[in-house]
């Protein structure tokens, strides 16, 4: 693989384009017209592939079939065995993450920055916490330590910080106001909230435009593909979200030799993203215990990624 043809994301030039982005955001919400057409997109990530961690989980904590890899080297192995830069980071990826130094935060960014990648997100996966809770002790801890991987997520220079859903619906005023609370913190530190539909939200089409409505400001939509309770509702909530996307988590589950995938249409979803007008960064989500079959299907998303960008761009300027 030729790792010449990538063209490495600078760093300053990522984080200024993304403050730009999300002022602009915060601006078009105030105006209450912010649920237009591609509102979140961020040129310097349009076409940029990569994955997200959870992909590679297996490998990270040393569970795969074949090779296994730490954290520090993923940047490295991405951009010059996967040919990808784009780095969509799970707390669960990061070693001991309750009590991670700065130290260990500053190694990840240089080698982030040496590959020419960069981490664009932080999903907080924190087992247990309940920023919804009516319990004020119970909702604080959860605040308290979204709080410090927002810090982290600004550290590691991330424009982006995930807090995990619920399986329940939660208490719609106390939500909104806990999100308004981490998008207020978020906000000085460059770092913009994200919406993903998961848990509570799988079953409603519109749950992540009317959250991300709710919330106001300094939020986007973090849509993944994969996470809808069924067809129907999938494809329909990817038309509802991707036009207030920021990026995608591309979830493929079981694939087939040829990237055969039985379980949803991954083309279609492709095409509903594209004619919202989202252009990346499309993160791929898929895992797999053996090394080597890991890295030929993310090779085979990533090619099909590509193909169908380059069809879709075609079309626009014939």
């Not at 991707?242 to 949803?264: M, S, V, W």
């Not at 993203?273 to 090779?299: Q, V």
């Amino acid at each position: 693989m030729n790792a010449t043809t990538i063209r490495p994301i600078n760093r300053r030039t990522f984080l200024k384009t993304s403050a730009l982005g999300a002022s602009l955001f915060v601006s078009i919400s105030q105006n209450g017209s912010g649920f237009g057409k591609s509102s979140q997109r961020v040129p310097e990530l349009e076409g940029a592939i990569g994955i997200v961690t959870a992909s590679a989980q297996a490998q990270l904590t040393r569970r795969a079939k074949g090779r296994n890899f730490f954290l520090l080297e993923l940047p490295k192995i991405l951009r010059e065995e996967l040919d990808m830069t784009v780095i969509d980071l799970n707390t669960s990826s990061i070693p001991d993450f309750a009590k991670v130094e700065r130290s260990y935060l500053d190694k990840l960014r240089k080698a982030a920055d040496k590959a020419g990648c960069v981490i664009t997100n932080l999903k907080m996966n924190q087992p247990g916490l309940d920023m919804n809770s009516r319990e004020k002790t119970v909702r604080e801890k959860a605040l308290v330590e979204y709080k410090r991987s927002i810090d982290i997520a600004s550290h590691l220079g991330c424009r982006w910080a995930r807090p995990l859903p619920r399986k329940n619906k939660p208490d719609w005023e106390i939500h909104v106001a806990s999100y308004r609370e981490l998008c207020d913190y978020a906000a000085p530190r460059k770092v913009q909230l994200l919406v993903e539909n998961y848990g509570w939200m799988q079953a409603d089409t519109n749950s992540v435009v009317e959250l991300v409505k709710a919330i106001g400001e300094n939020v986007a939509a973090g849509v993944d593909t994969g996470n809808w309770d069924s067809n129907e509702i999938r494809y329909e909530g990817l038309k509802q979200s991707f036009p207030i996307a920021a990026t995608c988590d591309f979830k493929a589950r079981t694939l087939g030799q040829n990237g055969e995938h039985p379980l949803y249409n991954l083309r279609k979803c492709f095409d509903i993203a594209w004619t919202s007008g989202f252009r990346g960064p499309w993160c791929l989500e898929h895992g797999n215990t053996d090394t080597k079959s890991l890295f030929r299907e993310l090779g085979m998303l990533r090619d099909m990624l590509r193909k169908w960008t380059a069809e879709a761009t075609s079309k626009e300027t014939e």
